[in-house]
Antibody
Framework: EVQLVESGGGLVQPGGSLRLSCAAS????????ITWVRQPPGKGLEWVSV????????NYADSVKGRFTISRDNSNNILYLQMNSLRAEDTALYYC??????????????WGQGTLVTVSS | DIVMTQSPDSLAVSLGERATINCKSS????????????LAWYQQKPGQPPKLLIY???TRESGVPDRFSGSGSGTDFTLTISSLQAEDVAVYYC??????????FGQGTKLEIK
């Protein structure tokens, strides 16, 4: 069974940093691109970033480019999102999600439960 | 970036009646090389992560009831629930995953019972 479990969320001051993790199991982790999607409280979904299976290709939404870094540890089946220079508008529930197929351009068939990031002083 | 626009923002439908949600992309998401539309629909219930319903614009995900169907091509797409059930109350999102990121979502459509 495919499982994705996010962790690392919490309360952080504006300008601060946080690293999210997504532990994966139930599939060959290194074969699949993995995506971060976020959802501000009471609002819609926002695509954030994706990393290829090998980790060699990464893409970001304009809203986080230059501040967030996606990476992965294929030896330990963990995805990361390093978030720097955090702003109030980064407050959201952060989901990791896996595509139905291995390529990056794929519908997101598996989702974690999310981890909440709150940016506030 | 491709902008996805859903209509309406909210919708109230009687039980057993048809519900229709529209999604329009700012550019075509039809890839001519394989004739596939890179468009997915998700359902999100309160307190839950999104659930994939439809992909390639019209392919139903395994386990999704056949009252859910997707249609459209190019820039205009529709999610139809043929006979609304109480458990279908949710927010529905379209998403394009056309070739190169970012893979943007629509703003969502909230579906309620009338």
């Amino acid at each position: 069974e495919v499982q994705l479990v996010e962790s690392g969320g919490g309360l952080v001051q504006p300008g601060g940093s946080l690293r999210l993790s997504c532990a994966a199991s139930g599939f060959t982790f290194s074969s699949y691109a993995i995506t971060w999607v976020r959802q501000p409280p009471g609002k819609g979904l926002e695509w954030v970033s994706v990393i290829s299976g090998s980790g060699g290709t990464t893409n970001y939404a304009d809203s986080v480019k230059g501040r967030f870094t996606i990476s992965r540890d294929n030896s330990n089946n963990i995805l990361y999102l390093q978030m720097n220079s955090l702003r109030a508008e980064d407050t959201a529930l952060y989901y990791c999600a896996r595509g139905k197929v291995v390529v990056t351009a794929a519908p997101l068939g598996y989702w974690g439960q999310g981890t909440l990031v709150t940016v506030s002083s | 970036d491709i902008v996805m626009t859903q209509s309406p923002d909210s919708l109230a439908v009687s039980l057993g009646e048809r519900a229709t949600i529209n999604c329009k992309s700012s550019q075509s998401v039809l890839y001519n090389s394989n004739n596939k539309n890179y468009l997915a629909w998700y359902q999100q219930k309160p307190g839950q992560p999104p659930k994939l319903l439809i992909y390639w614009a019209s392919t139903r995900e395994s386990g999704v009831p056949d009252r859910f169907s997707g249609s459209g091509s190019g820039t205009d797409f529709t999610l139809t629930i043929s006979s609304l059930q109480a458990e279908d109350v949710a927010v529905y999102y379209c998403q394009q995953y056309y070739i190169t990121p970012p893979f943007t979502f629509g703003q969502g459509t909230k579906l309620e019972i009338k």
